[in-house]
């Protein structure tokens, strides 16, 4: 592992990459810690620690503390994580979208330009709403017409600034940007949530009684970590046979080969979905005064509130954990639909002179690949479930209260094993050993 990493900073490119990697990622934090012109960060805090729930916990996790303290990057990429969704939804809906996605790199690029421009225009509504919601709340004191320019302005620059610097990461970096600056986002969120389980959980016990409980407390996040790494290392390989077929005077192909369907085939964007879609209502309400309302609505914000399943006192709002998991799943085969196309993998197949053993070409190639993605993709979104579940069962039944949860160890994971597989790829080009091979 050292001696590789020696290899990586000896050769100019890859050290290249890594200091770029490293230098956005001082800028984020920086970034982060940066306050809006105008805007007492302390005053932001007390209404925040007397307003926590669980819409601005997952928006604090997922801005590294950036939202709490109201610095420039308080909305973060959150508005392309919502983008991104409403693109991929529109993408079945719309034909014209559709032709696009399936255009090969013209018809990305057109796609990446759109959902920027449905990034910004979601930044500044986000940024209207959360000025006015300030104003109205005073929470910004001496609110002027100017003041609010600057704070929209800076709201919205500031998550238009993290999204071009996540595609440079991609672009000059190492590893997908988007992701790598959630996952900086979420590490840095680590200390706090440790120290709050230490204050739960080891605080003012006897020293048994506090040993006891950090080991329980670490065998916990090391079984969930380890049950990830597993989640995203399965996978199913189906077995390809290509036929033996004569070029000129030399007899060609006759190899077998395989097709690997990863059990966790949409990674964590399932998950994502799902919490950004049940937690929007709630930050919309608190922003408008509703939210602690007695209400229809009010007990609905409850119950999509993941603060308040498990919770043995308050039974009838863990409805909302049988909602989270049916839109994971949902997302789960959605995403895969759009990114895995059993058909043309069958065309394809056939057009090589392929086939599945026991399977004939064709359209039963296609049926079988399509009942076993379907097999799959439900274990898949099982296991990602029973990851994202423990945190909230902890949370509710004990009172954890962290926001490094199921979701958080997900990303963090594979945007680990994402970077390094690219940083081994690129190794294994210029003949060195990897991060992956013993």
Known sequence: ??????????????????????????????????????????????????????????????????????SVFALNITPYITSSIIIQLLTIAIPALEEMHRDGEEGRKKMTAITRYVTVGLALFESIAMT?????????????????????????????????????????GVGNGISIVLAVNIVSRIPSDMTTLYENFIKGKTIAKGMLAGVVVFAIIMVVVVFVLILNGAERRIPVQYSKK???????????TNIPLKVNTAGVIPIIFASSIMSFPGVIAQFAGKANGTGIGSEILRGLSSSNWCNPSQPQYSWGLLVYVVLCVFFAYFYTSITFNPLEVADNIKKQGGFI??????????????????????????????????????????????????????????????????????????????????
């Open 1 to 70: 592992m050292f001696e590789t990493l020696k290899n990586v900073f000896r050769v100019k490119e890859m050290r290249r990459k890594l200091l770029y990697l490293l230098a956005m990622i001082f800028i984020i934090r920086i970034g982060s810690q940066l306050p809006i012109p105008g805007v007492d960060s302390s005053v932001f805090k007390q209404w925040f620690k007397s307003n926590t729930g669980d819409a601005f916990n997952f928006f604090d996790a997922f801005t590294g503390g950036s939202f709490e303290s109201m």
């Open 132 to 172: 006015v919601g300030f104003a109205r709340g005073n929470i910004v004191k001496d609110m002027s017409f100017l003041k609010g320019v600057v704070v929209i302005v800076s709201l919205t620059a500031g998550s238009a600034m993290l999204m071009w610097i996540g595609e440079r990461i991609t672009e000059k």
């Open 246 to 256: 004569m070029v000129g005077r030399k007899m060609m192909g006759g190899q077998t």
């Open 357 to 438: 053993p026991g399977i004939r070409p064709g359209k039963p190639t296609s049926d079988y690949l399509t009942n076993m993605l379907n097999y799959i993709i439900f274990i898949g979104a099982v296991g990602l479930i029973i990851v994202a579940v423990i945190p909230f069962f902890f949370n509710g039944v004990f009172g954890a209260n962290v926001s490094f949860g199921g979701t958080s160890i997900i990303i963090v994971v594979g945007v680990v094993l994402e970077t390094l597989n690219q940083i081994e790829s690129q190794l294994l080009v210029r003949n060195y050993k990897g991060f992956l091979n013993s």
